[in-house]
């Protein structure tokens, strides 16, 4: 049903079928994250899941893309924390931006960037899953399993998704 509607009314049906299935899959995780109260819902999930339904011919949109570029974000990001001293630190968001802070964020997204690059597996979001470990938004041990965990539970429900309703996550623009 929602797959027809995407063809047949245009760059309506379109918005209308990444919307629902966006809506589906970042409830679900959030849901988890609310039994659990744990943070299974952040911000580098949503540009994830916009690419799985309103870009999925693209290269970022593939699963192991999003696999790995989180994955890479993720251990960066926390490569650096931990690297500078920071984990034990006031997030940036309390206490706003230091020094050190801002090296940690730009040194993560460049390393980030680097590995991506470098592996051919682009996926843009995860700048912003390094950000949010290396300036101390999610930085315990417990919310970067959880966020580990969300990366790959929406990966799986937007590919499941996808290929169900007939659309194949990566397979178009390069």
């Known amino acids: 049903m929602l797959q027809g509607l995407k063809t047949r ?3 309506v049906g379109a918005g209308l079928y990444a919307a629902a299935l966006s809506l589906v899959v970042l409830a679900a995780s959030g849901g988890v994250g609310l039994l659990l109260h ?5 911000p580098s999930l949503g540009p994830t899941v916009m690419l799985f339904f309103e870009s999925p011919g693209q ?3 593939r699963p192991l893309n999003a696999l790995v ?4 974000g993720l251990l960066a990001g926390t490569a650096v924390l931990y690297g500078l001293g920071l984990q034990d630190d006031p997030p940036v968001a309390s206490d706003g931006l230091t020094p050190a802070y801002l090296l940690a964020g730009a040194l993560s997204v460049a390393l980030t960037t680097l590995v991506l690059t470098a592996v051919r597996t682009p996926h843009p979001p995860a700048g912003a899953t390094t950000l949010i470990v ?3 938004i999610l930085s315990e041990p417990v919310e ?3 966020m580990a965990a969300a990366i790959v539970l929406i990966t799986a429900l937007g590919w499941g998704l996808n290929i169900l309703l007939g659309t ?3 397979e178009g623009e390069e």
């Open 59 to 61: 290269r970022a949109s």
């Open 144 to 146: 970067l399993v959880s």
């Open 134 to 136: 290396s300036l101390g």
């Open 69 to 72: 570029g989180h994955g890479a």
């Open 38 to 42: 744990q943070p299974w819902l952040f």
């Open 168 to 170: 194949r996550p990566g």
């Open 9 to 11: 009314a245009g760059a």
